[in-house]
């Protein structure tokens, strides 16, 4: 019997408990095309385990499973921290370790690496069915097989009950693949020439098991739902199958294609929202992209949405070839002016393995990050200053936070005494450690062995009763070493010293640069981390601590709650910590009445974790997993 196991990383989070969306949807495809296949055993990590791991935690559950194959799919957002694991496998096991997703390209020589055997090119259904059938891959090259017929014929793997949607209640449907389109930023085609689609009456049960399981929420994956045959017939069917409009559906869209009738169609399905790539409307940076648009339909289409209360996602990148900070700025503007800034997303460009961009980038003037995500850094006509206040521009104008900072999540105190003041998490069927207080000394041994328990992200407390800065650096020390990819909030209880950061980092030994460093690389003017937040709580009259990752909390201990005037007052800070002795009563109708305003006030948490589990539920209770979150 052969045992393969295949994993799927989430996108780096600084906030524990934070959806990711991390869905392992190809691997699910994977075990379905396999299932005919005799003496083979194919597991598939959960998302809730494989989302919430540190790196530690993750490496010893492989090396119990014994996986005589693992399988990594691999993303620009993970494909460093997959790397990392297949090479600490392998010093412990003996299996074929392969890779497959997005970031496998014949041009990224970031996934080249001694520790892994085999490589899966483009759409892997195929290719996994000969591996597994022992057929041997090209020498020297990536393992590829078309499964356009597998594809075409096969349910959706929720179907088959190889995904569990109701993690996040979020259902992902695959009826396209490839693209009509040829953008030079993007590389949806990946091996493919043509495209695919999946029989109607396989998308239709898909969209009906969604509404029998009361899915909230459908996400259709083409990447051009214009370019489906026989939309409009298709769109008549799911509108019968989800009459009540409960399931909300969302996709992607060309939005000069959208006419009344296609929009009618769209809110009679139970569309709420698409995502349209507008990128640009500078006409020589479209012409490079190879995204002919036009405007005046593009505006017709959104608004016909926006009529019938769906909502249209705008997609808008800077740092594009061809363009500048006026004509950036011309972009936003035009958004602006259309009234289509509901909701919008601006990018940094990403220099893509695979793509156009990255094959003809010196030609086209693009310099960016080596590390994944390939940001960015500076092009022909777009500074390093000028990318940076397009970002500035763009906040402004729409009043939102493109590189957010984490949320204020500082909880640490239970309702009733345990054997430690560390915080435990149930994952699956075991615990892990998601926040270490450290307020005595400890053995160091035992650092070790809880640095083998954390979850991905952590949190390290440092109260003020421990004085002795050489054993925090000590502790950080072995926790960052043995989960380098894993991102750390410190958080400084009553500190008799302002902490000197610099001096942590040197001691902290992330992966550098970080995903977060260069993801969240527009975050602050000056390169550098983005993967471990400092956060100091205090009474002090004042912040006294600010700058990159870095926050002053105020530590509020009355027995009364603060009221509006208190918030105001305070408005300086990074955010309070309410730390006192209400009743509970009391502070849940607080809190109910303070979340409607919470992009108005200061970011606020709760010391103890029940207040803040509550607090998190009324006012970001759609951007949490609260099945991740059972805290003790």
Not at 85 to 108: F, H, M, S, Y
Not at 260 to 265: F, G
Not at 351 to 363: A, C, I, Q, Y
Request: aromatic share 10%.
């Amino acid at each position: 019997m052969t045992h393969t196991l295949l994993i799927q990383l989430p996108i780096p989070k600084l906030n524990f408990g934070k959806k990711t969306g991390n869905i392992p949807l190809g691997a699910a495809c994977l075990k379905q095309a396999a299932t005919g296949i005799s003496q083979t055993d194919i597991d598939i990590v959960p998302e809730s385990l494989a989302s919430y791991m540190g790196d530690a935690a993750l490496l010893d559950m492989i090396v119990e499973k014994k996986p005589d194959i693992l399988g990594f799919s691999v993303f620009n957002w993970n494909v460093e921290r997959s790397l990392y694991l297949a090479e600490q496998v392998k010093k412990k096991l003996t299996c074929r370790i392969v890779l497959g997703g997005p970031e496998v390209t014949p041009d990224n020589d970031l996934i080249v690496s001694s520790y892994v055997d085999d490589y899966v090119y483009g759409e892997g259904e195929q290719a996994f069915i000969d591996l597994l059938s022992g057929m041997e891959s090209p020498k020297g090259k990536c393992r590829a097989a078309c499964a356009e017929s597998i594809f075409k014929i096969s349910a959706s793997p929720y179907l088959d009950n190889l995904l569990d949607p109701f993690i996040e209640n979020l259902m992902l449907l695959e009826t396209q693949r490839g693209c009509p389109y040829s953008c030079g930023y993007c590389f949806y085609n990946k091996s493919r020439g043509s495209l695919s689609f999946k029989d109607e009456s396989l998308l239709l049960d898909g969209i009906q098991w969604a509404v029998d399981q009361g899915i909230d929420e459908l996400y259709l994956l083409d990447p051009s739902l214009n370019a489906r045959p026989n939309l409009k017939q298709t769109l008549k069917h799911i509108s019968r199958i989800n009459s009540d409009k409960r399931l909300a559906i969302n996709s992607e869209i060309r939005a000069e294609w959208i006419d009344d009738e296609l929009a009618n169609l769209f809110e009679q399905a139970g569309f709420t929202g698409f995502e349209i790539g507008l990128q640009s409307t500078n006409k020589h940076a479209l012409k490079i992209m190879k995204r002919p648009t036009d405007l005046k339909k593009f505006i017709q289409g959104a608004n016909r949405l926006k009529d019938r209360d769906i909502l249209p996602r705008i997609d808008l990148i800077s740092g594009l070839p061809g363009d500048d900070l006026d004509g950036f700025s011309q972009s936003i503007g035009f958004v602006a002016e259309q009234g289509l800034d509901d909701d919008v997303q601006v990018f940094p460009l990403s220099v893509l393995p695979g793509t156009s961009f990255r094959k003809h980038s010196k030609e086209l003037g693009l310099r960016f990050e080596s590390s994944p995500p390939y940001t960015v850094l500076e092009t022909d006509q777009f500074s390093r200053d000028d990318l940076m206040l397009s970002f500035d521009y763009a906040e402004s104008l729409f009043d939102i936070a493109l590189f957010p900072l984490p949320e204020l999540n500082v909880a640490w105190k239970k309702t009733r005494p345990l054997a430690t003041p560390d915080v435990w998490v149930r994952l699956g069927q075991e615990n892990f450690l998601t926040k270490l207080v450290l307020d005595t000394h400890r053995p160091l041994q035992d650092i070790e062995t809880l640095a083998r328990r954390l979850t991905f992200p952590y949190q390290v407390f440092v109260n003020s009763n421990l004085k002795d800065e050489e054993y925090i650096f000590k502790c950080l020390n072995i926790l960052s070493i043995n989960n380098p990819f894993s991102p750390i909030e410190i958080i400084f209880i009553e500190p008799n010293t302002i902490p000197d950061t610099r001096t942590y980092l040197n001691h902290i030994h992330l992966k550098r640069p970080h995903y977060l460093d260069n993801d969240l690389r527009y975050l602050y003017g000056p390169p550098g981390n983005r993967a471990v937040q400092f956060t100091v709580i205090s009474k002090a009259d004042k912040p006294l601590f600010s700058g990159d990752m870095k926050r002053h909390v105020y530590h509020w201990t009355e027995k009364r709650l603060p009221d509006a005037r208190d918030l105001d007052e305070l408005g300086d800070f990074e955010g309070i910590l309410i730390d006192g002795q209400a009743e509970d009563r009391e502070i849940m109708e607080w809190q109910i009445h303070f979340a409607p305003s919470l992009n108005y006030i200061p970011q606020l948490s709760f010391s103890r974790i029940d207040q803040q589990l509550c607090w998190l539920s009324h006012s970001l209770g759609d951007e949490y997993c609260f099945s991740s979150l059972t805290l003790y």
